[in-house]
């Protein structure tokens, strides 16, 4: 292997000749599945690739253009502006009246800001550029309508432990690419260690590898990577989570999801998920405070308090002592009865606000303080409840008087909201479940 070739890194030396090297995506890759179809053809069209990092998003973009014996130009969302675009616009101008095609591909697609994302419509429409974008976060949000609706998206997966196995497998006996020229052995449970912490991403996991053969030693005469090198080099890696971005906002949603469906065991994995890949505590405790009142609500009154104490007990010891707290207030709220009778009856009567407008406070309601208020009406005909029988003045009606009658508030049949719905039943005098 020539010098120049053995400084670049092991994952970039590894990368994917053809599809037969790729490890995973069988989903879009497999026999007769268009995205086979597309690089197979030689002919391929527009498409976004959308996936978590490392999971062959380039690679795929290189062999689209490689099938289809186009020229290649790739280009960083977070380097490149309009002025790169243009550049690569007249490149692909020129190769096309050669009679040759252009595989235009931009990485990290959905930080091009809008504007910068439509310069490129124009030559997607005339057949100037095939358009290959590569993204980690949810295209529908991040990527404009119009080159959406020319571009068909893919979606690509993390990649398995057995894949990753066989990529550092394959890396480990490849003599013109790989490692093979160093004749290395590795132990089994190193070798499935690197494979998990790498996290589904095979370029991570070639990264490790590549640290990790540093740190052989001899063993039976042979250069051997062992447990301890790979738990060195995997110590501290962390899962999967952006702050920021769609591994985020569906970590948080299936923490809230397993609060509300009652399951514990599920709502401490995620918690757990989110704490271990960086997440603010502060903002988890924010959102288990928000479940208290949307979820549990008056079926538990206490839910709202534990939670409180939880982010309270946060805040004054840290972590990872103040996690248990959020783990105590979790698992409370996944198991107690669940309500958002008031979540509910909250939202009808914001809408009945936006619906109707300023309704006058009826003149009854009204305070009284001056002569002047007392002549026009104010506070005549109030019914003081504390002077009625049981405090409730029955017939009494407080909403504004153009307002139709409203019950916002309805109690489940769970938890404390049982006896709040006998109360209000007992005091209005009426009957079936709901007051």
């Excluded at 930080?111 to 005339?126: C, G, V």
């Excluded at 991040?142 to 894949?163: H, T």
Aim: aromatic letters at 6%; hydrophobic letters at 40%.
């Amino acid at each position: 292997m020539a010098h120049a070739e053995l400084t670049r890194p092991l994952a970039d030396r590894m990368r994917p000749r053809d599809l037969e090297e790729i490890v995973g995506q069988t989903h879009v890759l497999g026999p007769g599945k268009p995205l086979r179809q597309a690089v197979e053809s030689g002919t391929p069209h527009s498409f976004i690739l959308w996936g978590p990092p490392g999971t062959g998003k380039t690679t795929l973009a290189r062999l689209v253009a490689q099938r289809s014996n186009a020229q290649f130009i790739a280009l960083s969302a977070v380097m490149a502006g309009v002025k790169d675009v243009r550049a690569a616009v007249e490149r692909a101008q020129t190769e096309r009246a050669a009679g040759r095609g252009t595989v235009l591909f931009l990485d990290e697609v959905h930080r091009f800001s809008k504007s910068q994302q439509d310069t490129f419509l124009p030559y997607l429409e005339d057949g100037t550029l095939t358009f290959i974008g590569a993204t980690t976060e949810n295209p529908s949000f991040e990527v404009v309508g119009a080159l959406l609706s020319r571009a068909r998206v893919y979606v690509l997966k993390s990649l398995q432990a057995k894949d990753l196995v066989v990529l550092l497998q394959r890396a480990l006996a490849d003599e013109a690419r790989g490692l093979g020229a160093r004749h290395l052995a590795i132990e089994p449970e190193a070798l499935q260690l690197l494979a998990e912490a790498a996290d589904g991403d095979g370029r991570r996991a070639l990264n490790m590898l590549e640290i990790a053969a540093d740190l052989a030693v001899e063993l039976d005469g042979r250069a051997t990577i062992q447990l301890a090198a790979a738990r060195e080099v995997a110590g501290g890696t962390r899962r999967r989570f952006d702050k920021g971005g769609e591994a985020f906002y569906d970590q948080i949603s299936a923490l809230h999801k397993c609060v509300r469906g009652t399951d514990p065991d599920a709502a401490l994995y995620w918690l757990a998920r989110m704490l271990d890949g960086g997440c603010d505590p502060a903002y988890l405790a924010r959102r288990i405070t928000r479940m208290a009142v949307e979820d549990i609500g008056l079926a538990d009154p206490r839910g709202l308090q534990m939670a409180l104490d939880a982010w309270q007990a946060h805040e004054r010891m840290g972590s990872p002592e103040g996690d248990l707290a959020l783990a105590n207030a979790v698992v409370y709220l996944a198991c107690a009865p669940k309500s958002n009778a008031v979540y509910a009856g909250f939202g009808e009567a914001r809408r009945d606000v936006e619906q109707f407008g300023s309704l006058e406070v009826p003149l009854r309601l009204r305070n009284a303080p001056t002569k002047l208020m007392k002549e026009l009406d104010y506070g005549k005909g109030y019914r003081y409840a504390h002077d009625e029988p049981d405090a409730y003045a029955r017939g009494e009606r407080y909403l504004p008087d153009e307002l139709p009658d409203r019950h916002y508030y309805r109690p489940v049949a769970r938890g404390l909201e049982i006896r709040i719905a006998e109360a209000l039943q007992r005091l209005r005098g009426g009957g079936g479940n709901k007051p």
